[in-house]
């Protein structure tokens, strides 16, 4: 039975016979405590064989970037809402289904021509760590239902501090196990970990005091009234990621209170204009609270890096919270020789990192770190039943409440690949990007718009008869053909990614005028290890060849896709 090839067909040999499923007891008992037979056993584990091998193997032959079915098409299939009242199918019949009908129109984003987002393949082993954290089922809100892995989890929290801080041997050896202190938490990614890491700033500031209980207690109206301030803000640049304009929102200061200060000519935080901006805050007639300043390690759009330690300056010189969104960037501290680029992360208040990025973990997993062990005390709970005082429960420093062990897959991650490993793959993705931008310059209908400092580019075609003009033109000139460009480029990408084979993203640079202003351009994230030059090639070739067979009907075309 075990040598028989495997298909999908061979796992449900009564796939073709009309019986009825019935829900009852006994089969029920039997999906909770062990397979019925051997024969059943046998089946489980090969739809495991299909889960690992069958849907990879099935994606790289059958399914490029998307499939051309329109969205419109796919929702048709799905528009039922009543759950059957009998099971519909087997396993064996949902595996089928989903590898048949879901994946051939679902992304694949391991293929090495997809490089447009933060999403990629991830290594094999990811699959069974994963299967390893769901068949355990430890929910980390308390140690009642985690134990020993509650304590993993403060390892490799510890772990990764140390990697960012690299604070002392005996500071790690007084906090690694400490009930008392969190050096970090594990969330479900960047966006809460940047909500949780602001959420501590802000209750920070507003410290409970003589009759005044917090702001955790008495809502935003009594503090600013307890603090005297009439309003909050947090300082990002301009590409900061909108998650922190949804903590503005969540946290109650508003989200117009989140002021993007302009970038400079390296796509970084204008650091005078950061100065200036605290300075005229301070002066302003409005009582303000600079909440924090955001320093971005690996900007989502362009993966560059801000001037860390000018901001750490800034930040010590006026006593405000600094923020480091390291979200995309921060796994780059594995590699010995990109370390530096983000020198003055040490210098950070609290620092977001992704698990789902590049540490190349499943989706779901964010992390926030902070330098004072203590600080999360400012956002504690405790509950009756759960998270009592002075226990080592780790839900009483969340914003989450029950959660999976992401840290069980972080952890051994890092011991099946080594920092070295990781660092393979940091290194990988920055050289390529440098390859990259060199053979955007080399060719000439392209422009590069950002170089990659990290893994991240944005280009832009940037045709002849554009080029010519350009130096020659005008401010106002120069607009009209920006906008030509944009919707240049805009049916290029769309056309590509139809195509099937490559995918490349487009974004809007908001950028100063001095720049350039805003901008449509292309956008790259190379971080699949199987991306190299020659797809690099292929890709651009292809988009050579889309703009060369441009017509007026592709943009109207495209006209009828903007209007769906
Ligand atoms: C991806 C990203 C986020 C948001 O993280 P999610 O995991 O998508 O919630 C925040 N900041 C930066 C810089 C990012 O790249």
């Known amino acids: 039975m075990l040598e028989e090839r495997l298909t999908i067909e061979s796992l449900n040999p009564i796939a073709n016979e ?43 032959k059958h399914v490029g970037i998307s499939e051309e079915i329109s969205l419109k098409e796919l929702s048709n299939d799905f528009k039922n809402s009543v759950i059957s009242r009998n099971p519909q199918k087997k396993l064996a019949d949902v595996a089928r289904d989903i590898i048949e009908n879901i994946a051939p129109h679902a992304v694949n984003v391991a293929s090495p021509y997809f490089i ?48 960012i801080y690299n604070d002392s041997e005996a500071f790690y050896r007084k906090h690694i196990q400490n009930p008392d202190s969190t050096l970090g938490v594990f969330i479900s990614g960047g966006t809460l970990a940047n909500v949780t890491a602001l959420w501590v700033a802000r209750n920070a500031f507003f410290k409970p005091k003589a009759d005044f209980l917090g702001i955790e207690k008495e809502g935003i ?24 304009w949804k903590v503005g929102g969540v946290l109650g200061i508003g989200n117009k209170n989140v002021l993007p200060i302009d970038i400079d000519h390296h796509n970084t935080i204008d650091v005078d204009k950061l100065r200036a901006t605290i300075q005229t805050l301070q002066n302003s007639t409005h009582k303000t609270k600079i909440l924090a300043v955001v320093g971005i390690a690996g900007a989502t759009e362009t993966g560059t890096v801000d001037p860390l330690p000018v901001m750490a300056d800034i930040c010590a010189e006026y006593g405000i919270h600094f923020h480091v969104d390291a979200a995309w960037g ?116 392209f422009q590069l718009i950002t170089p990659p400092q990290l893994n991240i580019l944005t280009y832009s075609l940037f045709p002849e008869h554009i080029r010519k003009m350009w130096h020659k033109s005008d401010l106002q000139q120069k607009r009209t053909m920006i906008q030509e460009m944009d919707r240049i480029n805009c049916v290029v990408q769309r056309l590509q990614r139809e195509a099937g084979k490559s995918f490349v993203s487009r974004t809007t640079l908001r950028r100063p005028t001095n720049l ?22 292929e890709i651009l070739d292809e988009q050579e060849k889309i703009y060369y067979s441009l017509t007026e009907k592709s943009y109207e075309s495209l006209e009828s896709l903007v209007q769906n």
């Open 116 to 163: 447009g987002h933060m999403t990629s393949a991830i290594p094999f082993f990811m699959i069974h760590l994963n299967a390893i954290v769901a068949a355990l089922n430890q929910n980390l809100v308390k140690l009642e239902t985690s134990k020993v892995v509650s304590i993993l989890e403060k390892q490799v929290i510890a772990k990764i501090h140390r990697l």
């Open 330 to 445: 921060g796994p780059t501290l594995l590699s010995d020789k990109y370390r530096y680029l983000l020198t003055g992360i040490e210098r950070a208040d609290s620092v977001t990192l992704d698990g789902h990025k590049q540490f190349y973990m499943p989706m779901g997993c964010g992390m926030v770190y902070f330098k004072d062990p203590y600080i999360l005390d400012n956002i504690a709970y405790h509950a009756a039943y759960v998270n009592r005082v002075g226990s080592v429960d780790l839900g009483i420093h969340s914003l989450e409440g029950s959660r999976p062990a992401h840290s069980l897959i972080l952890s051994s991650a890092l011991e099946i690949m080594g920092g070295r490993g990781y660092a393979l793959l940091i290194d990988h993705g920055i050289e390529i990007a440098r390859e990259f931008a060199k053979e955007i310059q080399r060719r000439p209908l």
């Open 18 to 60: 009309e019986t009825e499923l019935i829900a009852d007891w006994e089969t029920l008992q039997h999906t909770f405590i062990s397979p019925e037979n051997e024969e059943t056993k046998i089946v489980l584990v090969k739809y495991m064989e299909q889960i690992l091998f069958g849907l990879h193997d099935f994606l790289k």
């Open 221 to 244: 109206l009594a503090a600013y009234q307890a603090y005297d301030i009439e309003r909050c803000v947090i300082l990002v640049s301009q590409l900061g990621h909108y998650s922190l």
């Open 516 to 537: 350039g202003g805003d901008r449509g351009v292309l956008r790259s994230v190379i971080m699949n290890p199987m991306t190299n030059m020659d797809i690099i090639r």
